[in-house]
C-alpha cells in the first residue's frame, strides 16, 4: 500500500489516497501505522481526498484509532498533498471535513498553505463542556490538586486553553493527559498551555486528544491565539509559537480565523504485505 509522509512544524501525518489503497482503515490498523517501531510513525493518518461536488472530502484519523473533526496541520499538509499530485493550483479550494469546510490556498510552490479554517466559538453547548452554559472563559478546573483558570473553545474540534506565567513539556506532559479526559468534557478535549509573550506573540505547549504531546498544531494555535483575542490579552493578529514552529493566526470581528504555516514533505513509501498480516 502506498502512503506519503509530510510534517507540519514536526506534527507529521501519514496521507493514504483511498483511489490507490482500496483499503477500509481499522482502528487496529491505523494504530499499527502510526507506531513509531512497528509501523511508519505519526500523529495521525489523513484519508482522502474522496472528490464530490468539486469540495476534496478528508477523513483525520488520531494515532489512538479514533476519527478528528478537523486539524489545522493535517489541512495544510493534505492542501501540500493534493498541490504536490496537480489536484488544485493556485486558486483556492475546498476541502470538506467532520469539522466543517474548510478554504485552503498553496503558496510558495507548495511549502506554505493559507488556510480559512471558520469561526471560533467559545460557547459551552457547541464545545461541548458539561456543567457550563453560555461561553467558557476564565473557569476554573482542579486536576492532581492543582487549580487551573481555564477557556474552552471550539474550532470543529473541542480545545481547553489554559494561560499560565511559566509553561513546559513536563506541565503538558504531566496535566494534559488528565484535562483531556475531565468528565466535563464529554468528548475528550485538546489542551493548551498558554504565555502571552506581548500582544502579537503567544508560546504553546500542546497536548493533543488522542495523540499525546505535539511539537505544533494548527487547531490547539487557534484556540489558543482565540482566547488571547477574545480576552483583551492581543490583538486580532497572533504569531504563535511552538517548540515545532510557528504559525500565523489572525481573525475578523466575528472571529473567523486563517492559518497560515510551512508544510515539508518527507517521502513517499510502500507498506509491504507482511506488515497487514494479524491486523484485524
Known sequence: ??????????????????????????????????HRNYGIGSDGILYGPVIKDKFFELQIFNPDGSEAEKSGNGLRIFSRYL????????????IKTKGGNVTAKVLDE????????????FDSGIIPVKGETGEVINKELTVKGKTFKYSAAAIGNPHCIIVMNDI??????????????DPRFPNRTNVQFVKVLDKSHIQIEIWERGAGY???????????????????????KITVKMQGGELKIEFDDDFNAT????VSAVYTGELKKEFFEGIK
Not at 110 to 121: H, L, R
Request: glycine letters at 10%; a positive charge.
Open 110 to 121: 507548495g511549502k506554505t498553505v493559507k488556510i480559512e479554517m471558520g469561526k471560533i466559538s
Open 259 to 262: 492559518m497560515t504555516g510551512h
Open 1 to 34: 500500500m502506498k502512503f506519503h509522509k509530510y510534517h507540519g512544524l514536526g506534527n507529521d501525518y501519514i496521507v493514504i489516497d483511498p483511489r490507490d489503497a482500496k483499503i477500509i482503515l481499522s482502528k487496529a490498523m491505523i494504530k499499527r501505522i502510526c
Open 83 to 94: 498541490w504536490d499530485i496537480g489536484l488544485v493550483k493556485s486558486s483556492e479550494f475546498t
Open 168 to 181: 513546559s513539556p513536563e506541565i503538558a506532559r504531566e496535566y494534559g493527559p488528565l484535562i483531556e479526559n
Open 214 to 236: 505535539t511539537l505544533a498544531s494548527g487547531s490547539s494555535s487557534i484556540a489558543a491565539a482565540g482566547t488571547a483575542f477574545k480576552t483583551g490579552l492581543c490583538t486580532n
